[in-house]
């Protein structure tokens, strides 16, 4: 790739392809947790991201007329919704949510599953996951798919046919970074669909961590809501993820022991 291409330029020669739609951006963004929705809408608008998520059970897109809507500060115009099943601990309740997220957005097919095992945790529970998998596939949902760092989890839920695997690299809100990072990196290396890390986040460190692994993208909210700052944070971590991307593509020299100069030795004068 030419050194000399801008930030603009290396996301259109290098973009995120889910479902068969191309992203220049690699960063995808919650809309909870912020004080207003014009905070939410600054902070969007400073990570760049292109996919936000939205919780259908604890969001107001258009079920409730007479509260303030996401979608007047966050147009579908502009950005693609991706609805979630947060808040859902079965596989019926989770399908269910879906369902009303797609006659909300007016035949919306792209969602992202989530099924929780219980209320300390937030782990997924992986046997409603598969279930819930299974079933919104069947309908024609296209399915990005929160799940634990399980390698072989992470494949079978491509091969039932999500259209993207979103391992945890922590507990959900925990900020502990990604924990097991050699589970994140199986699973980028066996994956035909994007990996993207969704959980655990907490700094601009973890998610560059999380692109120079391979994974091809980052998922976030209570990093960035949760920080003094959301809109300088939200600026932060597009920066580390376009980082982190670039430094992957980049190939990072080995890891050795010993030093090795600079500046070699061999073949200098005298």
Known sequence: MNAQLQPAAMDRADPLVIAGRAYRSRLLTGTGKYKDLDETRRATEAAGAQIVTVAIRRTNIGQNRNEPNLLDVLSPQTYTILPNTAGCYTAEDAVRTCRLARELLDGHALVKL??????????PDVVHTLKAAEALVAEKFQVMVYTSDDPILAKRLEEIGCVAVMPLAAPIGSGLGIQNRWNILEIVENANVPVIVDAGVGTASDAAIAMELGCDG???????????????????MRKAVEAGRGAFRAGRIPRKRYASASSPIDGTIG
Request: glycine share 6%; proline share 3%.
């Open 218 to 236: 980052v998922l976030m909210n209570t990093a960035i809501a949760g920080a003094k700052d959301p809109v300088l944070m939200a600026t932060a």
């Open 114 to 123: 989530e099924v929780l095992g219980d209320q300390k945790t937030l782990f």
